[in-house]
């Protein structure tokens, strides 16, 4: 068997490449280990820098119709149960978009608009129920986990897509050091009342739920934990879970009370690594393969999307320009390392605001985070980066903002501010401009 390009795992980033180089009129094949949809939680939340690439992807008008949009994230901080909860708004209206807003999609029902769309090409193959074994040079090792049956298939290119643990990174003998944290999530999805459309984040300087709203009047929560907390957790009764999400928001009673048992809710553990190589000969890592973040900036699924999209216009470009040298796969991370850098970092800052259980901390976060919302240049510049559409660093001089060491600036952010700090078309693609395939 022959294929041009072959990925290892239909998750969300093998799937985006998939359809963008079916798309292509390019032969690809998709081996998935798994039979149907994973029961597992996994990322929801579209950002729009993503939903842009799906736009592209000719999938945006069934992503819309299964998704709820979140414009604004309401953070409130709780000096203690009982007194008046303080709140701070960011919001994605501020960014120049067609999508000025993320949405929350079930991360099954994503994967299934993909496969379908990308169903509908002749030069696409996906083999569910079908494990990558191994690669042998331009060839990988196939099997059928149903009737154990041993497959060779050759390609030109092989791409691992198969997310934390990845055959073809071992092949490359590529190693990740992982970062672990102090804490754990506790994560479930679960009705909500009709007024919850806004992403919340509720905190008190011991404690933090997020409750991100999905269509058809349902929630999808995340709980924070002390590390290793979960299995003393679970003996207790499930009241004592409603009781927790009940104490911090209390409009969720009779809404968490639904969840009747421990196994409906999953454990998330945070790592975070990024393999210090994202390509070599033919082999490429997308995704998870290549990075895992904290999940606290809702970013995961978002890097995987936007990973399939620069690596799939690329292979599409050496396939039309017929200039298929492995080494011009080296545009790749040229692109998205250092994007995938910041946004890691990001996601680590905002996971060590919310760690330790302190007084002191608590206050911290409640004050930069009301003198972000207030600072337009610092709103605007974390919105934008977390949005995938553009990057502009922080500085000492936000810091000291946000700090409360220096006053809020006044004014607004100019156009030129915008233009420059959001990724060109050449930006996300510099290789068509410099010609320089080879
Ligand atoms: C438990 C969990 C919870 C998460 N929650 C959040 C969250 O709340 N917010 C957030 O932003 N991110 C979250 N993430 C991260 C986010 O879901 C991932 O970043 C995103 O799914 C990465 O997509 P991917 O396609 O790279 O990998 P994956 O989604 O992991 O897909 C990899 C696919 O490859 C398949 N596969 C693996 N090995 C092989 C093989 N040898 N052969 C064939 N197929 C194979 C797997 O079955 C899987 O379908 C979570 C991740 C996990 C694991």
Redesign the pocket.
């Known amino acids: 068997m022959k294929t041009c390009v072959f990925i290892?795992?239909?998750?969300?980033?093998?799937?985006t490449l998939g359809l963008k180089l079916a798309r292509c009129g390019i032969d690809v094949t998709i081996?998935?280990?798994?039979t149907g949809p994973?029961p597992?939680?996994?990322?929801?939340?579209l950002q729009p820098k993503s939903l842009e690439i799906l736009d592209s992807l000719g999938v945006i008008g069934p992503v819309m119709e299964e998704g709820h949009k979140i414009t604004d994230l309401e953070l409130t901080e709780l000096k203690n149960l009982k007194a008046k909860p303080e709140h701070s708004t960011m919001s994605y209206s501020i960014l120049p978009s067609d999508y000025p807003f993320s949405l929350m999609i079930h991360?099954e029902t994503l994967k299934g608009i993909l496969l379908n769309e990308a169903q509908s090409y002749s030069t696409f193959h996906y083999h569910s129920q079908?494990?990558?074994?191994g690669i042998k040079g331009k060839t990988v090792i196939l099997q059928d986990r149903k009737t154990k049956e041993m497959n060779e298939l050759l390609c030109d290119f092989i791409i691992g897509?198969?997310?934390?643990?990845?055959?073809t990174r071992d092949h490359m003998g590529v190693s990740v050091k992982e970062k672990k944290y102090n804490h754990h999530f506790l994560?479930v999805t679960f009705p909500r009342p009709d007024q919850l459309v806004k992403g919340k984040i509720i905190s008190t300087y011991q404690s933090f739920l997020g409750l991100f709203p999905l269509k058809n009047e349902e929630v999808?929560s995340?709980y924070l934990i002390p590390a290793g907390e979960y299995q003393s957790l679970r003996k207790k009764p499930i009241s004592e879970f409603h009781q927790l999400y009940i104490t911090m928001c209390p409009e969720l009673e009779g809404y968490v009370n639904q969840l009747k048992d421990w196994k409906q809710i999953?454990l998330?553990v945070p790592v975070k690594y990024h393999s210090e190589t994202y390509v070599k000969d033919h082999l490429a890592l997308?995704?998870?393969?290549a990075h895992?973040?904290h999940?606290m900036a809702?970013?995961?699924?978002?890097?995987?999307i936007q990973d399939g999209d620069v690596l799939g216009e690329l292979l599409c470009d050496m396939y039309k320009w017929d200039k298929l040298h492995p080494s011009n796969l080296e545009w790749y991370p040229k692109v998205r390392r250092k994007r995938v850098s910041h946004q890691m970092h990001l996601s680590h800052l905002s996971a060590l605001a919310y760690s330790y259980p302190y007084r002191p901390i608590g206050w911290l976060r409640k004050k930069s985070l009301q003198r972000m919302e207030r600072d337009m240049v610092s709103h605007y510049k974390q919105m934008l980066n977390i949005s995938g559409l553009g990057l502009w660093r922080e500085n000492l001089h936000d810091r000291m903002i946000q700090g409360g060491l220096l006053p809020i600036r006044k004014g607004t952010i100019t156009s030129e501010e915008k233009d420059v700090s959001t990724f060109t078309r050449m930006q996300d693609y510099p290789w068509k401009e410099t010609e320089a395939l080879r």
């Not at 290892?8 to 799937?15: A, C, D, T, V």
């Not at 079908?130 to 074994?133: D, I, L, V, Y």
């Open positions: 290892s795992g239909g998750g969300i980033g093998g799937l081996a998935e280990r798994l994973s597992v939680y996994k990322g929801e939340l991360h079908t494990m990558c074994k897509a198969e997310g934390r643990s990845s055959v994560t999808r995340v999953q998330m997308i995704g998870d393969a895992t973040v999940p809702g970013e995961g699924m978002n890097m995987a």
